[in-house]
């Protein structure tokens, strides 16, 4: 069964405060203590784009798309400076004309930056993996590309600043130059999907932290895993996320502890 919506119930004699749970059959559960648990990417971000509404031509989100095939011989715009931005780009440009457009320029580290050893290994080594980093950041933080050294060299899709306007299939650069263009593909990353604690007003619009280490700092009993930068830079990843499950789960039985 999936749930629909979350709602906060008195607690009758006990005192306590409960979750109202109601499903998708109809039926509803109550519970002392909720972990949402539908992690930070389950909504894609669509930013507003100049001039994107009046956009005669195909828009695609990174979320959609699946092959470089459909888009053979045509004049494309990938939106955003991230990893997928990158990856989709440099696919793409191998069956068309691409460009990347982004605020700022691409930020790059490489994969094995010492001894040939890859990345994650020394973030594990040094202990950046799992220091508590994410309660200081108000969003999620910008992360650098990490390329293996394929994307670099091959050389395209070539990288400009954003677009400053659409008419139709015309899009116009910041230079003045405008062109016909025939496919946007938005790479601009994703927040959580949390619709479904809409009831409670517990976690902010645009990925807003209304938590503290994945526990609510709204709603007593309520926690989360699974999220961006939850704890720390791995709170999101297989690695890291199994930690940060743990945590709360002490936490939570905690909770249901206390009379």
């Given at each position: 069964m999936e749930h629909?919506?979350?709602?906060?119930?008195?607690?009758?004699?006990?005192?306590?405060?409960e979750f109202a749970l109601a499903l998708e059959d109809g039926s509803?559960?109550?519970?002392?203590?909720v972990v949402a648990a539908t992690g930070g990417f389950g909504q894609p971000n669509r930013p507003a784009l100049s001039g994107l509404d009046s956009f005669n031509g195909t828009v695609l989100?990174?979320?959609?798309?699946?092959?470089?095939?459909?888009?053979?011989?045509?004049?494309?715009?990938?939106?955003?400076?991230?990893?997928?931005?990158?990856?989709?780009?440099?696919e793409l440009a191998t069956h068309a004309?691409?460009?990347l457009a982004s605020r700022a320029p691409i930020k790059w580290f490489t994969q094995r930056p010492l001894g040939g050893k890859d990345l994650h290994f020394w973030l594990k080594a040094t202990g950046l993996d799992i220091a508590p980093l994410g309660r200081l950041q108000r969003a999620p933080a910008t992360m650098a590309v990490i390329d293996d050294g394929r994307h670099k060299a091959a050389g395209?899709?070539?990288?400009?600043?954003?677009?400053?306007?659409?008419?139709?299939?015309?899009?116009?650069?910041?230079?003045?130059?405008?062109?016909?263009?025939?496919?946007?593909?938005?790479?601009?990353?994703?927040?959580?999907?949390l619709g479904y604690l809409a009831p409670l007003d517990a976690f902010g619009g645009q990925g807003r932290r209304l938590h503290r280490d994945g526990t609510?700092?709204?709603?007593?009993?309520?926690?989360?895993?699974?999220?961006?930068?939850?704890?720390?830079?791995?709170?999101?990843?297989l690695r890291g996320v199994g930690r940060?499950?743990?945590?709360?789960?002490?936490?939570?039985?905690?909770?249901?502890?206390?009379?």
């Open positions: 629909l919506d979350v709602a906060v119930i008195g607690g009758g004699q006990s005192g306590r405060t509803r559960l109550t519970a002392r203590a989100h990174v979320a959609d798309y699946r092959a470089p095939d459909p888009f053979a011989g045509q004049r494309i715009v990938v939106v955003g400076g991230g990893d997928s931005a990158v990856q989709v780009a440099t004309r691409v460009s395209a899709p070539d990288r400009r600043p954003m677009f400053t306007g659409i008419d139709g299939s015309k899009m116009t650069w910041g230079d003045g130059t405008v062109e016909d263009i025939d496919a946007i593909v938005p790479a601009t990353g994703y927040w959580p999907d609510s700092l709204t709603q007593t009993g309520l926690a989360y895993v699974g999220l961006e930068w939850q704890r720390s830079l791995s709170s999101a990843s940060d499950a743990e945590r709360i789960a002490r936490r939570s039985a905690a909770h249901l502890a206390r009379r």
